[in-house]
């Protein structure tokens, strides 16, 4: 069972899916859930930094589903693959939850993107979603 399990949330249907199945996780196993949303490298503009009114249903969900928790939006500049990793380190994760992308042959070859980043660089084992 887990004990501490980090989720990268965006709200995109694959950081539902990521932020459901951590979730479900926690509640089986009493697990504390650590969500981390970010903007993408610095850009609190953008669709990935989540709304307040988004923050505040999900810690409310989680509330809600018994579940300890906290919800973190860091600010600090830097690309959401470094937060999520930070956070895994800094509460002893030993799972990481993040949302992929369906991609085709070529864009699985050639990218940059934060799940490659956390799978390749996690200090626990990651467990990759895919929205339904």
Not at 15 to 42: F, P
Not at 89 to 118: H, M, N
């Amino acid at each position: 069972m887990f004990t501490q399990i980090v989720v990268g949330y965006i709200p995109t249907p694959e950081g539902l899916a990521a932020l459901e199945s951590a979730i479900e996780l926690a509640k089986r196993g009493s697990a504390h859930l650590t969500v981390v949303n970010t903007g993408r490298a610095g850009n609190y503009a953008d669709p990935t930094f989540a709304t307040a009114e988004d923050i505040d249903a999900i810690d409310l969900q989680l509330a809600n589903a018994d579940v300890a928790h906290d919800v973190r939006q860091p600010t600090s500049g830097r690309v959401a693959a470094d937060e999520i990793l930070s956070a895994a380190e800094e509460v002893g994760a030993d799972l990481v939850v993040i949302g992929v992308r369906r991609r085709s042959p070529v864009g699985k070859l050639v990218t940059g993107s934060t799940a490659q980043q956390v799978l390749l660089e996690a200090p626990c084992s990651v467990l990759a979603v895919k929205a339904r």
